[in-house]
């Protein structure tokens, strides 16, 4: 077992800090930041820094506590611009699978729900059990909660699909679409171009992310277990290969880019990507001791990733 962790005051954590060679410009304003921000939050960050991430826990010479709290930052705004981009997919999406179930087989839950309208393999049905369950809880739970799905139940005696879809998770619709026919599965990802064993991986890794943003952890080094397939982009952008394999965009934050890419609007993902550039040179301009590169590969980035805005 590892050495059980005990509290340090701010002057304890500044001297821990201190130690290790990162260098304190400010002392009261990192105390400041240690305190609203928590010093084990701001230090998820440091492996940038280290002279050997495996072997060492000292800082390269010159590292400041500012860059630290830069790359702190950075990974704020991130989560914060991909959670607002995240939420558009994941609208679209409850909007296109509610719309299908609807027009097939009705807008009353008694109707849709029925496990006959969902996937017959034998190896699904606890499967499909278990998520119709799921959605049933929620409109009970959200009877009096949610708004709509209040006025629905009071009014008519049941809650329409697109009223539903409001109140699942990211996560549900990911598993709803796993238990759909395969003729429906087809018209909803279709809207996307896209095969559904692959809009399968992209909502399983988009609902990741998603609590990822959402529970404010730690987004720029985050890989997900499943990974996309190949894609047009990794070929067109020449991404690097390890062992005939992609080095970035497969399941790292380049992988969600690439999965934003063919499930956002043009507009929206331009939008998106403009964002994360003026947030990338800010971190730029605040981050000396590291170069912009190794920063951009460390994330998961490879260094022309802003390239695939060029391409359809």
């Known amino acids: 077992m590892g050495q059980a962790k005990i509290f340090k005051t701010l002057d304890e954590q500044i ?10 410009n400010n ?47 950075f990974d704020r705004n991130l989560r914060n611009i991909m959670f607002k981009y995240l939420s558009i997919t994941e609208t679209n999406m409850k909007s296109i699978i509610s719309y299908v179930l609807s027009k097939k087989y009705g807008y009353n839950d008694k109707e849709y729900l029925n496990p006959k309208n969902f996937s017959q393999n034998p190896m699904k049905s606890r499967q499909v059990r278990d998520i119709l369950n799921k959605m049933k809880r929620q409109i009970r739970v959200n009877g009096d909660k949610h708004e709509a799905t209040y006025h629905y139940m009071n009014n008519y005696g049941y809650v329409p699909m697109w009223v539903l879809v409001k109140v699942l998770s990211y996560g549900i619709i990911s598993e709803l679409f796993n238990i759909m026919k395969t003729e429906d599965q087809l018209l909803v990802a279709e809207n996307y171009n896209l095969d559904i064993e692959t809009t399968s991986i992209y909502l399983s890794i988009l609902a990741n992310f998603r609590n990822v943003c959402a529970h404010e952890d730690v987004l720029y080094t985050h890989q997900t277990q499943k990974e996309i397939p190949d894609s047009k982009y990794h070929q067109m952008l020449n991404i690097e290969q390890v062992d005939d394999e992609y080095a970035y965009g497969k399941h790292d934050l380049f992988c969600l880019i690439i999965i934003l890419k063919e499930m956002l609007e043009k507009d929206e993902f331009d939008a998106m990507m403009n964002e994360i550039q003026r947030e990338v040179q800010i971190l730029d301009d605040k981050v000396n001791t590291v170069s912009l590169n190794f920063i951009l590969n460390h994330i998961g980035l490879p260094s022309n990733w802003y390239d695939i805005t060029k391409y359809n």
């Open 15 to 24: 001297g821990i800090l201190r130690e290790r060679g990162l260098v304190i």
């Open 27 to 73: 002392e009261e304003k990192a105390k400041d930041l240690l305190l609203r921000e928590s010093y084990f939050f701001i230090v998820a960050y440091r492996y940038l820094f280290m002279q050997d991430r495996e072997t060492s826990n000292r800082y390269i010479q010159g590292t400041t506590f500012e860059e630290l709290y830069a790359v702190f930052s």
